[in-house]
């Protein structure tokens, strides 16, 4: 790797369309889903497709999610965890609970499926993993994802299967290898440009490993080899990200992933709605235009942001003002300031936690 010309000095926008890119694919496939489950099937183009881009939809979002852990954790550890409360526990608790009508309340008897068995389980994932990196900030975060990716690959040896169907927190451990691996990769991503022939041997990998995944009707698990091919297409798509000017046109791309708490949250209860009550034919015309109208809700969601931000992140106790009380020097600059613009992306949409 060749250092980078310059330290970037705005608001690293790749991050945001990582996160804004991943959001899209989510919805794409959470479609397909409610396509097969009400239509009963789904177009075959939009299983091909959601097929071989599964092995990474995830992972981006959850090593896009860990590149902001080196930054949760410079604050004290009673405001980050008090943070993190208010900005996925709350959300994850609100949403789980606006979905029992959709899916029936009899869900609300299943421990597992509160942990795993809706779409908001991607909250509660980044809690626990936000957790272990606060009480283990001393290690590095390079040496977590490791001893996860160890711990995934020796499920076999207590007699579980390696897949990713079904309520099975045991997925976690999988996931965890992408979001402490973007915690210990931040930085050499921020201080370096890959050569574009590194980067182009990298999204041939993820080619390679797209075309697999579409064979294999889905993420296709081995042991050590599904973190280390995915995390080279991570790389690589980071690489060619960072090289990109910043294009209007992809302005709302920005704007989706730097807010992708609300898409992410919205979308899902929207298409079950639609996908129920639409009785449209499972062609690829029905699925585009079930996107375009979830896609639209999910706008109008970001738009009404500021008042209805309650459904996002609970409301930060207010603290009275006292002028007789005189802050100390070190108190003054406070960590924002030190850290930077670029270490203030939000995590999903939330770096107001």
Request: glycine letters at 8%.
């Amino acid at each position: 790797m060749s250092p980078s010309p310059a330290a970037p000095a705005e608001r690293q926008h790749w991050m945001d369309l990582l996160r804004g890119a991943a959001v899209l694919l989510v919805i794409s496939y959470h479609l397909r889903l409610l396509e097969q489950k009400w239509a009963g099937s789904s177009p075959e183009l939009v299983v091909g497709f959601s097929d071989a881009l599964s092995p990474f939809r995830m992972p981006v979002l959850l090593f896009a999610s860990g590149l902001l852990l080196v930054h949760s954790l410079e604050k004290p550890a009673r405001a980050s965890l008090r943070g993190k409360l208010r900005s996925l526990l709350w959300p994850w608790l609100l949403w789980s609970a606006l979905m029992l009508p959709l899916v029936g309340w009899e869900s609300a008897e299943r421990p597992l499926w509160w942990l795993n068995g809706t779409f908001t389980w991607f909250l509660v994932a980044l809690f626990l993993f936000h957790l272990v990196g606060l009480l283990a900030r001393r290690l590095h975060p390079g040496g977590l994802a490791l001893a996860f990716a160890v711990a995934w690959a020796a499920l076999p040896l207590a007699g579980l299967e390696l897949h990713m169907v079904g309520l099975r927190p045991d997925k976690l451990l999988y996931y965890a290898v992408f979001f402490f691996a973007g915690a210990a990769l931040r930085r050499t991503l921020e201080q370096h440009t890959l050569p574009w022939p590194v980067l182009g041997l990298g999204l041939l990998v993820a080619a390679g490993w797209a075309v697999h995944a579409h064979d294999a009707g889905g993420t296709p698990t081995p042991p050590v080899l599904a973190h280390l091919v995915v995390l080279i297409a991570l790389v690589s798509v980071v690489g060619i990200l960072r090289r990109m000017p910043r294009l209007r046109a992809l302005r709302p791309l920005e704007r989706l992933g730097r807010h992708s708490i609300v898409p992410y949250l919205v979308h899902v209860p929207v298409m079950e709605l639609l996908c129920r009550y639409a009785d449209l034919p499972p062609t690829v015309v029905s699925h585009l235009i079930l996107y375009a109208l979830t896609l639209g809700v999910c706008v109008l969601a970001l738009l009404l942001r500021p008042v209805t931000g309650i459904l996002y992140t609970f409301p930060a106790r207010r603290r009275g003002r006292h002028p007789a009380a005189h802050p100390s020097p070190r108190s003054v600059p406070g960590l924002s300031a030190l850290v930077g613009a670029p270490a203030r992306a939000s995590v999903a949409g939330t770096a107001r936690r």
